[in-house]
């Protein structure tokens, strides 16, 4: 702007220059304009020259810094645990969520899954801090806890955490406190236990099947547990410490108990359909915690839709790459969105009538 007002000026300023001397009146009359218009030019050229260096100035500090904002690609760690279908939907919702956000072209995604090995995600949760990720999402309550443990500066964002609070991740869920925050995938209890006396209502024994280092599984039997209890029930469960032990301890489970409740556990759930095979055979029921176990052969869930709460969490993280602060992010919870789904095959397979109460639910 500055360089055309200069430019404009000087083009004129020769015009005037080239004016014959020869017509005296009209000299003098081209004089006093020649003179006026030199003053008008001189003082457009200082203020032209000022207000352009001036704008100029402050408008290509704010271009640029406006490029870099927005051509800033923020690097974001993803951790998950272990491979199961409820976390691949996560981890797919929360992409969309960043497209619907208008992030995908501002972020990088280096996405690192443990294979159910503890020591792998602890490595991978220090490569993250290594390599100064903007921020980490982390998948199940495992990884959250892996790479809350390492860091305390760089923000984490939990997908799918049952209980921050329970999992030692925040202070509350309305204050986290820490560089933890994120969205949990709390089942409504009451809803469960109605699964389970509704669909099972010959059952006098509840069984419980999880990984009792998983924090997440530990709080939702411990819910129902006391719920079930506290109408007439009996529980029992059994426990596993890895993947490998699932075929055996669901064999001597389905002895135990009429009706196996299984939590958002993730070790089961990598191996769900052996579960629902044993327990097949054995005439056992399973009620569970999230739609995917169904899938993969639980009878019933109210439960959460993974694919919202992924993209629930990319709304965080957007938040919080435009500077919110994670302690000061209460953690969302998802409760009162719940959805109840039924498997048809094994409604069929245990000649299990569904009650009315259930005509909305979805049959997969
Ligand atoms: N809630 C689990 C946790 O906190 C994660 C999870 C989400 C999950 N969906 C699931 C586990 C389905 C098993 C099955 O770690």
Redesign the pocket.
């Known amino acids: 702007m500055g360089r055309t007002t200069k430019a404009r000026a000087g083009q004129t300023r020769t015009f005037c220059e080239g004016e014959s001397p020869n017509h005296q009146k009209l000299v003098t009359v081209r004089g006093v304009l020649r003179r006026g218009l030199a003053l008008l030019l001189a003082a457009l050229l200082v203020t032209g020259l000022t207000s352009a260096l001036a704008g100029c100035g402050a408008n290509t500090a704010a271009t640029s810094q406006k490029n870099t904002a927005s051509k800033k690609v923020y690097q974001i760690g993803v951790i998950q645990p272990i491979e199961?279908p409820?976390?691949d939907t996560?981890y797919t919702g929360f992409k969309e969520g960043l497209k619907e956000q208008g992030y995908a072209d501002k972020v990088k995604l280096d996405f690192q899954n443990a294979q159910g090995d503890q020591s792998t995600m602890n490595t991978i949760s220090q490569r993250f801090i290594a390599d100064k990720k903007d921020l980490v999402l982390a998948i199940?309550?495992?990884a959250a806890q892996a790479v809350a443990a390492q860091t305390k500066d760089i923000p984490v964002v939990g997908a799918?955490?049952?209980s921050f609070t329970a999992a030692k991740l925040a202070q509350s869920n309305d204050h986290p406190g820490g560089n933890v925050t994120g969205v949990s995938?709390m089942a409504p209890v009451d809803a469960q236990v109605a699964l389970i006396t509704d669909l099972v209502p010959r059952a006098k024994t509840v069984g419980f099947l999880y990984n009792s280092g998983?924090a997440?599984s530990v709080e939702q039997v411990s819910l129902i547990k006391k719920a079930v209890e506290a109408k007439g029930l009996a529980t029992t469960e059994l426990t596993v410490t890895n993947s490998n032990d699932i075929q055996q301890v669901t064999q001597a489970l389905v002895q135990k108990c009429d009706v196996i409740y299984v939590p958002?556990?993730?070790t089961?759930?990598s191996a769900m359909p052996t579960v629902s095979q044993v327990a097949n055979s054995a005439k056992i029921p399973i009620i569970v915690?999230?739609d995917?176990?169904v899938t993969d052969g639980g009878l019933a869930t109210a439960g959460v839709n993974?694919t919202e709460l992924g993209k629930k969490a990319a709304a965080m993280a957007v938040s919080i790459l435009k500077g919110a602060k994670p302690a000061d992010m209460p953690i969302e919870v998802m409760t009162k969105e719940y959805q109840i789904d039924i498997n048809k095959k094994e409604a069929d397979l245990f000649g299990i009538t569904i009650p009315d109460k259930y005509k909305d639910a979805k049959m997969l």
């Open positions: 199961h409820s976390l996560i199940a309550t495992p799918a955490i049952t995938d998983e997440n958002t556990d993730n089961v759930a915690g999230a995917s176990l993974y």
